[in-house]
């Protein structure tokens, strides 16, 4: 680094307030969008892109604030649209790192469609869903992964739907990226970003996040430094499922069926436990420790599934790329007027 603050190779070295914008962050005193928010901002120097090539793009929601905590490029779009808007500015420009920011409402309720499809279809899009299993800009209705019996505003007696999985969703839409992480720990969360960052294709992180106005301590059980270790399982590749304060519990299937065992008791050695192994062309494993839940089994934190596949928006480049190359550039008015088309006269007839 030069004392100008250039590199030796010319290009700006840019930091985190670069990317900090001159809006005022109105989200609740407390709230878990601000660590998240300080993990993406610390993030993007790191990934040596221009801020002009950068664009964040939200629905609605308290999450969906964040495009303008960002100095980059983005759009606040409608409620759950943000997939699809983002898709579009994806084909447009492929040069462009789009990331998507939702909440659990915005892009599994009224958003699942364009949540779903995006996936599948694998854009080149970093998705992050904040779950904190609540409504919190519409304060306090219960959302599409609150749990099932929880009482809040709008279910008195307690909730009778059953709760969304993303992790499922994304899996069954064969997302080429799926993690989760939790916003009190920055460290890992940080880590999980960059991963998804360098992801081509379709990255899906959830990230659990607290709401403490309508939904506090939704994570408590699990979360909190003083259980962790015991109730936590960090996911990493060709490592076996191994957690505790000890380092003495791990998981092992039965058949398909998970199951926490005790190292050194029955004869269990590190050798029985099941082995991470995030780029399985199947994604059984990555449903298998999706649907580990506390209080049966410790929560699964980490990248469950990372493989490669082309992506919709190169995929649909190299299709215009071969049509303009068989059959020319084209005329967009002479495609206007093919076909079957008529002129509509002074009496209403058609000529």
Request: charged residues 25%; aromatic residues 8%; negative net charge.
């Amino acid at each position: 680094m030069s004392e100008n603050g250039h590199t030796t190779n010319g290009a700006v070295k840019l930091t985190r307030k670069d990317f900090t914008s001159d809006q005022e962050v109105r989200w609740c005193p407390g709230c878990g969008d601000y660590s998240i928010l300080a993990q993406v901002q610390r993030l993007m120097p790191e990934l040596g892109i221009p801020k002009e090539k950068i664009v964040f793009i939200s629905g609605i929601g308290c999450s969906s604030r964040f495009p303008y905590y960002m100095n980059t490029y983005g759009f606040h779009t409608i409620h759950g649209r943000a997939p699809a808007i983002a898709s579009g500015v994806k084909i447009a420009n492929p040069d462009l790192q789009v990331w998507v920011v939702t909440g659990d409402g915005d892009a599994l309720s009224i958003g699942g469609n364009h949540f779903m499809h995006a996936l599948r279809r694998n854009f080149d899009l970093k998705i992050l869903l904040f779950n904190n299993r609540i409504y919190g800009l519409t304060k306090g209705q219960y959302s599409p992964t609150s749990e099932f019996g929880k009482i809040n505003k709008s279910a008195p007696m307690g909730v009778i739907d059953q709760p969304i999985n993303p992790l499922y969703l994304a899996f069954a839409s064969r997302a080429t990226f799926v993690a989760r992480s939790i916003d009190i720990d920055p460290k890992h969360l940080a880590a999980t970003l960059e991963r998804a960052a360098a992801h081509k294709g379709s990255a899906f992180v959830e990230i659990y996040q607290n709401c403490n106005i309508f939904n506090d301590g939704a994570f408590k059980g699990f979360a909190e430094r003083e259980v962790r270790e015991d109730r936590v399982i960090q996911i990493e590749h060709g490592k076996p499922l191994i957690f505790g304060k000890e380092k003495n519990k791990g998981i092992r299937l039965n058949g398909l069926k998970p199951e926490v065992v005790t190292i050194g008791e029955n004869g269990i050695t590190e050798s029985d436990l099941l082995v991470h192994d995030e780029h399985s062309p199947d994604p059984l494993l990555g449903f298998i420790l999706g649907r580990m839940e506390f209080p049966e089994f410790p929560v699964p934190m980490g990248v469950f599934r990372s493989i490669e596949r082309p992506s919709y928006e190169n995929l649909l480049t190299e299709q215009v790329d071969r049509a303009v190359a068989n059959k020319g550039a084209g005329n967009l008015e002479k495609l206007l007027h093919s076909g079957e088309t008529w002129v509509i006269g002074d009496d209403g007839e058609h000529a």
